[in-house]
C-alpha cells in the first residue's frame, strides 16, 4: 500500500508507516489540543521532505497569523509558497459561497496537490450546506447531507490527494457533526489532559481503515521542532 509519511516523530510507526494515500483523515479535538500545528507540519514535511505539494484551507484564522504559528517551528511558508510546493488560503466565513467546497476539489485535481487541510470542517460545513443539498433552511440533516457528498467527493480528486479534516469538537465528541467520524477512513483524536505530568496532550488513533494502527493512548508533546508522539514506556 502506498502511504503518505507524516514525518511527525513518533507519529508514522502508530499507522503502519504513515496513511493510506488518497484517503480522508478526521483531525478532531478540542480548541488547545494543537491540531493546527499537527496540520501544518504535515504539509510542511510533505513539502520539504517529500516533494509533495499541498493546500492549507482555512476558514477561521488569517493566512499571517498561520505563516507565524508555523515560524515558531522554523517552518518557513513563505518561502514554500515561492518554491510553488504549498499554498495557504484564508476564506472568510462571510464569504463562504454555495461553490466553495467544488471549487477546492477542482483546484486540488487541477494542481496536482498531494496534502490538503481543510480547517475546519465545522465552519465550512455550518456556512454552506446548500452547496449539495439544495436545501435553503440550514438543518441538521442538510449538513449531514453536505457531509456525506464532500468527503466522499474528496476522494475522487486526481491527484489521490490525502486531505486532513479539522473538527473542532467539546468533550466526547469526535466530531461536531457527529457524522463525519463515520465516512471518513481515519480518525486521528486529541484530547487535553490537564493532570499533571510531564504532558497535557494525548493522541489517539481511533480508526484507520485498511491499515492496522495502534489503538493506545500517547503522549504528545509540543517541542521547539514541532510535535512529538511518545511511546508508552517514554
Not at 59 to 83: C, I, M, P, T
Not at 128 to 154: A, C, G, H, Q, W
Request: glycine share 8%.
Amino acid at each position: 500500500m502506498d502511504k503518505v509519511v507524516t514525518g511527525i516523530k513518533g507519529f508514522d510507526a502508530l499507522v503502519g508507516g504513515g496513511f493510506p494515500r488518497g484517503k480522508i483523515i478526521l483531525l478532531s479535538g478540542t480548541p488547545g489540543t494543537c491540531k493546527t500545528i499537527f496540520a501544518l507540519q504535515f504539509l510542511h514535511n510533505g513539502a520539504v521532505k517529500f516533494n509533495e505539494k499541498g493546500i492549507y484551507i482555512s476558514f477561521e484564522e488569517k493566512v499571517q497569523s498561520l505563516k507565524n504559528q508555523a515560524l515558531q517551528f522554523g517552518w518557513d511558508f513563505d518561502r514554500l509558497e515561492k518554491d510553488g510546493k504549498v499554498k495557504i488560503i484564508s476564506i472568510p466565513a462571510k464569504s463562504i459561497k454555495e461553490a466553495t467546497a467544488e471549487e477546492i476539489i477542482k483546484m486540488a485535481s487541477s494542481k496536482n496537490i498531494k496534502r490538503l487541510v481543510i480547517d475546519s470542517l465545522s465552519a465550512l460545513s455550518i456556512n454552506s450546506p446548500t452547496t449539495y443539498s439544495k436545501v435553503t433552511e440550514l438543518t441538521e440533516i442538510s449538513i449531514k447531507r453536505f457531509m456525506y457528498r464532500f468527503i466522499n467527493d474528496l476522494r475522487d480528486i486526481k491527484s489521490e490527494a490525502t486531505s486532513l479534516l479539522i473538527s473542532q469538537t467539546t468533550d466526547g465528541q469526535l466530531s461536531r457533526d457527529t457524522v463525519s467520524e463515520f465516512i471518513s477512513d481515519g480518525i486521528v483524536h486529541i484530547n487535553y489532559d490537564a493532570l499533571g505530568g510531564d504532558y497535557s496532550r494525548s493522541l489517539t488513533i481511533r480508526k484507520m481503515r485498511e491499515v492496522k494502527h495502534d489503538e493506545d493512548i500517547h503522549s504528545l508533546e509540543i517541542t521547539n521542532k514541532g510535535i512529538v508522539i511518545h511511546k508508552l514506556k517514554d
